[in-house]
């Protein structure tokens, strides 16, 4: 699935992007959120009862905190395995939730907002 907007019409929502993920019954699907302030895991399953397919986002219990990390990616632009280092760490969290029987099919999305755009394109594409 694509849950990239259009030029100009700003970031898509981790709603929007979980919505272009092809859907099947007990699935999950990742979204990294690199925002300006932050990076943001979120994680969401969707099941089907009936005809109704449901949504929700993965509550993370005591790991609440560990769902988010500071600075956001755009301040590593000179050091990008550190940013690799950020990121992975919340893949790891991801992988702690997930169950270990869904992760190979669950997609994960990683975009990033204003602070990135803001980045001259060959820092912002190392960095990704």
Known sequence: ???ASPVGAGPPSAFACVAAMPARAGDYGIVIDAGSSGTRL??????Q????????EVSA???AEALRVRPGLSAFAT???VAAAQVSGLVRVAASIVPAAAQAATPVYLYATAGLRLLPASRAQALL
């Open 79 to 81: 050091t990008p395995e």
């Open 1 to 3: 699935g694509n849950c």
């Open 49 to 56: 009862q009936g005809r109704r397919l449901y949504l929700r």
């Open 42 to 47: 979120r994680i969401f399953r969707w099941w």
């Open 61 to 63: 219990g005591e790991q």
